[in-house]
């Protein structure tokens, strides 16, 4: 199904039935699933674990989850009046099909499959989760030109890369983040970041020395500001063509936020690319890393086709060093 | 009495270009915008380099620049845009408004600063 993909999704697989763990692992990875498993099988725990994940591509649930027969599904209800927007994918004993399930219950589900056949799972996913194809070229080079980024402005930071991944959650992680619109011939729409806003000002009082121990959320502002501002220099400058004129249809649509679910909405139900950053503090081994996640919503328009890479990008001065005229 | 203006919006990049040219023993000036800038210029005669940002809000770096010398008739002061643009059409719009240079964020202080030194004597 991909392999030769850089992006891999996220899913949390409930499913206890552990006889079938491996056949379902050696499934998720030919995919480019990342499995997440919960420790707890009751509702309390699911519900849990989907709060604390805000970066999740779908969910494949067994329907006897739980144990008993029904049981999986109440959950899939809790689940799906919490996170819509998330696919379901229903594993059944007997039938790939939603037979003997009423029109509500199976409308909940993205397909229904078993583990004898496996396809209508894989073309589901394909249409569900890996609808949206991100070059491998354009997700290098986000995920080097955003780390050198955070390298200049949490200098005393190691940063860390997660494998980049689709997420189908319009969650918003942390209490901080960032929009900005990315406009070019072949794709329009908006990065976001996202942040922890008392994690990263910490990294920032202990970098800041004296002066810094009485930094506020205003100073956080300003260095997400600016490290927005330089991702989206280096996009503008490796992908978006100098000859492009902005002579498109300038078409919007409303952007929704929620701020008491935490919760924002760009009018498209595509899969967002994710890319999540940790930063490490190098005199501070012991202290846990601080996230920092990057998410492309590609909204407004789409064109991998026409994706190029600026020609002239060889040729540009090096970050940095003075041009003169 | 200010040599150098630097204008950004991005405090984190204003601080932090403001004290590396203090540090190499230069008076500087801030300025949190373009209109900012252009104001602060205005009252300053001694700014003998403006080093500004080309994205902020309330007005723009190139328009600045092009009103320092179409508005304000300066042409004594040398200006140099440190941004994270990098297009040639701007780069020409920048020529025409008579800026001297053009950096590429992040700022590299080192490699830059005899050159700002020259240009600022």
Known sequence: ?325 | MAQILVVDDSSTVRNEVADFLKSQGLAVATAVDGKDGLDKLKADASIKLVVSDVNMPNMDGLTMAEKIRSEQKNTAVSIIMLTTENSPAMKERGKAAGIKGWIVKPFNGPGVIATLKKLAS
């Open chain 1, 1 to 325: 199904m991909k392999n030769d993909r850089l992006v891999v999704s996220k899913v949390l697989v409930l499913d206890d039935v552990a006889a079938h763990f491996e056949h379902l692992k050696a499934f998720c990875e030919e995919c480019g699933l990342v499995g997440i498993r919960p420790q707890q099988r009751d509702a309390a725990s699911v519900m849990a674990i989907l709060r604390s994940n805000v970066d999740l591509g779908g969910i494949m649930l067994y329907e006897r989850f739980g144990g008993t027969a029904g049981q999986g599904l109440a959950l899939a209800r809790e689940i799906h009046a919490a996170r819509p927007e998330l696919p379901i994918f229903l594993r059944r004993d007997a039938v790939a099909s939603m037979a003997g399930l009423d029109e509500k219950t199976a409308a909940m589900f993205r397909c229904a499959y078993t583990l004898a056949d496996l396809q209508q799972l894989r073309s589901s996913l394909e249409v569900s989760i890996f609808s949206r194809v991100y070059p491998n070229e354009l997700v290098r080079g986000i995920s080097d030109f955003t780390r050198a980024s955070l390298e200049t402005l949490f200098p005393l930071c190691d940063i860390d890369t997660e494998t980049p991944y689709l997420v189908k959650d319009r969650l918003i992680y942390g209490e901080v983040f960032t929009l900005i619109a990315i406009d070019s011939d072949w794709c329009r729409g908006y990065m976001m970041f996202q942040a922890s806003e008392e994690a990263v000002l910490e990294l920032l009082r202990r970098a800041g020395g004296p002066e810094g121990e009485h930094w506020t959320f205003r100073e956080l502002n300003n260095v997400l500001g600016e490290l927005t501002n330089l991702a989206w220099g280096s996009f503008k400058n490796r992908y978006v063509g100098h000859d492009n004129r902005g002579e498109r249809g300038q078409t919007q649509v409303p952007i929704i936020i929620n701020h008491q679910r935490g919760f924002i909405s760009f009018g498209s139900d595509d899969p967002q690319l994710c890319l999540k950053y940790l930063l490490r503090e190098r005199h501070r081994p012991e202290a846990a890393a601080v996230p920092i996640f990057q998410r492309f919503v590609f909204n407004l328009n789409w064109s991998p086709d026409e994706f190029r890479e600026n020609p002239s990008v060889e040729s540009l001065v090096d970050a940095g060093e003075l041009e003169l005229f």
